[in-house]
């Protein structure tokens, strides 16, 4: 499954500790977005329970685990991720307040650095999990250099290699910052998916990032998915932040 690229999405990075925090930022964001992304904070707090939740709204999940370890168990966890759809199902609550579902998990992340054996093992190992539970294959996304590293000479070359291992392993695209976008998207082409964090409005505080860009950068630098967590999720208004970011990147 392929997003088409000319469309960039916001998915919201829902980096909580609490289910209570996920159910209010999923309600109040309900009108604006279609995708959520589960991390290591909040897996690690909730695990399966958050994907659940968020798929039982009705909302896409991004589960942003960055995989990194032996070829073998990269692919039995990724292997265990999407199978995270079918023990959902048999365990939803049918009190819980459900709408139409997608099917299956939309998207994971891997470490490139894990290098092209280890990203083939999971890339494949999610396609055969995909196939036996009958979903769509969950689009795999290889991590270049993190965004909160500064921005150097040499960073731009090591992007483009770990793109091109991780395009080499299958994979369906990369996490990169909007810096190295452009690049990518010259060199890998329109239906390699681009996914940027490091997103700040104009203005706002940047915390630890520092490869960051606006919004409307962002869309300029050919990202198809705009990754945002704390100029949203602590925002005192979560609703108005999205408006006002939807606002910037539709413009
Ligand atoms: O709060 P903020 O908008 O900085 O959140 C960015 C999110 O994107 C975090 O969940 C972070 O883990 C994730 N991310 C990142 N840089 C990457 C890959 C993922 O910031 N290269």
């Keep these: 499954m392929k997003e088409p690229a000319e469309k ?23 009108d604006y977005v279609d995708c959520f992304k589960v991390g290591s904070q909040l897996f690690t707090s909730c695990g399966p329970a958050a994907v659940r939740f968020i798929e039982a709204r009705g ?4 589960l942003d685990l960055k995989f ?3 070829p073998h168990t990269v692919a039995r966890a990724v292997d265990a991720a999407c199978r995270l759809h079918v023990a959902i199902e048999r365990s939803m609550n049918s009190c819980e307040p459900q709408k139409p579902r997608h099917k299956g998990l939309f998207m994971y992340t891997l470490h490139t650095s894990g ?3 280890m990203l ?17 294959k969950p689009l795999a996304i290889g991590v270049t250099v993190l965004t909160s590293e ?12 770990k793109a ?3 395009r080499k392993a299958g994979c369906d695209g990369v996490v990169a910052s909007c810096h190295e976008a452009p690049f990518i998207r010259r060199e890998f ?15 706002e505080d940047v915390q630890d990032q520092k490869r960051i860009a606006t919004p409307r950068d962002a869309v300029a630098s050919g990202s198809n998915f705009l990754v945002i967590g704390r100029p949203i999720i602590k925002a005192l208004d979560p609703r108005l932040a999205t408006k006002q970011i939807l606002h910037d990147i539709h413009s």
């Design 115 to 117: 290098g092209v054996e």
């Design 164 to 166: 091109q291992d991780a």
């Design 150 to 161: 500064q921005k150097t000479d040499n960073i731009l070359p090591q992007v483009l290699q």
């Design 189 to 203: 082409g329109p239906d390699f998916i681009i996914v940027t964090p490091g997103i700040r409005p104009a203005g």
């Design 68 to 70: 990194h370890d032996i």
């Design 120 to 136: 083939k093992a999971a890339v494949e190992a999610g396609a055969k999990a995909a196939l036996e539970i009958d979903v769509p």
């Design 59 to 62: 909302k896409r999940v991004f």
């Design 8 to 30: 960039p999405q916001l998915i919201v990075a829902l980096d909580v500790n609490t289910l209570e925090e996920v159910r209010s930022l999923v309600v109040q964001l309900d």
